[in-house]
């Protein structure tokens, strides 16, 4: 039997949330190929190399898959040389090897880059690897052969998803993630909960995430079939005693029909589990709404990003209009749905009376909570370019795009440097949360015993 250990890198930030793309390759390998023995080292909870490295060397693997996003590219590129150093063959794929292969393919401990989705592609490297094949057959990689770098094609997005199979999630500590479960704290920060994902692809062109969201996933929306949804949920909920889920798909809700169905199906098999979702203001109504309380939505998260119409929109490229923010809210907060904004402070021009304005609107609002992070124009993103357009003087180290903290240096003249920006996000928090019509739920969870850890969790990041 052959082994392949998959790693997720996550020395920083504790996060509920797990990876959900290598345990949903993880339960492709299992599926799809022969002899292949796959376990998963997660550093979330035991953020350390030497954890790492103590169980690469007990359990001695083949080959190594190594997850990469942006910010978590110096620990990664650690993992990759404790992963040679036990002598696998390592193979780095996720959203920065995706965007940026070339930045990664040249370490002298990295031997493959998947680039796109994970399941098809890696699961034909592992049966090539394990069978003694060239790799030139492999669609959607970049690999080393005698001291040169061969570009293979890139493979097609997985057009049906229900093809996949559901997430191998057992290859986390599912309980530990339960216990630290933060997305229904307002709601009841005692509920069994875990996240999922069951979409690909975003329509949409925010400067913050297009187009690198698209070389990704390709430009087409898709998603799992409503019945394949409900299936899966039972199943978390017979298996975990799970009492909510949260949906992580950027925007669950691009499809009125999709949603319609998948609420039907909800009542109709009575699921009885609580859920969440993100959304945008523009793709849902009052009537869809009430479809999907009926179905258990509790909480909707929406990104509104900024107060300003000329940052959100002419900067973030949202397309979204206060009158229609404003109109969710009231209609969310009159059906009994919670809501979480969204906002990010610190964009290309934005000034302080900008953010000012922002911290205000969130405080007044009838959001329930919110969450504020700094504007961190992320390699090959619209705002990437715009930011470089007006002279900002961006990290050179990957590590350092950190949208939890700001680390670039000052910027130009009329933008705003990062420890002014950091306060403002602070500022941002203690406004909000202690805002008087919202003290009172503050102070509640932070006093519950569940609410303390969870909070301090929170604070790790924020």
Not at 175 to 184: A, G, M, R, V
Not at 254 to 279: D, H, P
Not at 338 to 346: A, E, N
Not at 414 to 427: H, I, T, V, Y
């Amino acid at each position: 039997m052959n082994k392949v250990t998959l790693i997720y890198p996550r020395l920083k930030y504790p996060s509920g949330d797990f990876q959900l793309g290598l345990a949903s390759i993880g339960a492709y390998l299992k599926q799809r190929v022969r002899d292949v023995d796959v376990d998963l080292i997660d550093t979330t909870y035991h953020p350390s190399l030497n954890y790492v490295s103590g169980r690469l060397k007990r359990r001695k693997p083949d080959l190594v898959g190594i997850y990469m996003c942006t910010i978590m590219y110096d620990d990664a590129i650690k993992v990759a040389e404790i992963a040679k150093a036990h002598s696998a063959s390592v193979v780095m794929g996720g959203p920065h090897p995706t965007i940026l292969p070339e930045t990664v393919i040249g370490n002298q401990n990295v031997d493959t880059v998947c680039i796109g989705e994970g399941e098809e592609t890696f699961g034909a490297l592992v049966q090539a690897h394990l069978e003694g094949e060239k790799y030139n057959h492999v669609e959607g990689i970049w690999y080393k052969e005698n001291g040169r770098i061969i570009r293979n094609p890139q493979r097609k997005p997985v057009e049906d998803l229900d093809l996949l199979p559901f997430p191998d999630i057992d290859l986390f500590d599912v309980e530990t993630y339960i216990s630290n479960f933060i997305q229904f704290d307002s709601f009841n920060p005692d509920m069994r909960g875990l996240s999922t994902i069951v979409s690909r692809g975003c329509p949409f062109q925010c400067s913050y995430c297009q187009p690198t969201l698209s070389e990704i996933f390709g430009r087409k929306f898709r998603i799992r079939s409503p019945q394949n949804v409900v299936d899966q949920l039972k199943i978390l909920k017979k298996k975990y005693r799970l009492e909510a889920v949260y949906f992580q798909d950027d925007t669950l809700t691009v499809s009125r029909e999709w949603m319609c169905e998948f609420c039907e199906r909800m009542v109709q098999e009575n699921v009885g589990i609580l859920w969440a979702c993100n959304t945008r203001v523009d793709t849902v109504d009052e009537g869809m709404l009430k479809q999907m309380k009926q179905a258990g939505l509790v909480k909707l998260k929406i990104g509104i990003e900024s107060f300003s119409d000329r940052i959100r929109n002419g900067i973030y490229r949202k397309g979204i209009t206060l009158p229609k923010i404003n109109g969710l809210i009231e209609m969310a907060t009159d059906l009994g749905i919670q809501l979480t904004g969204f906002f990010m402070l610190g964009a290309p021009s934005e000034t302080v009376r900008e953010i000012i304005g922002t911290i205000k609107f969130s405080a007044k609002s009838k959001l329930k909570e919110a969450n504020f992070s700094i504007a961190v124009p992320l390699p090959r993103t619209g705002l990437y370019e715009m930011a470089k357009g007006r002279g900002w003087r961006l990290p050179e180290k990957f590590g350092d795009y950190d949208y939890y903290h700001a680390s670039r240096p000052p910027i130009t003249e009329g933008d705003l440097p990062s420890r002014r920006l950091e306060l403002f996000k602070k500022l941002a928090y203690l406004v909000f949360y202690l805002y008087p019509t919202r003290i009172r739920q503050t102070l509640k969870q932070l006093l519950g015993l569940r609410g303390m850890g969870k909070t301090i969790q929170k604070l790790k990041r924020f």
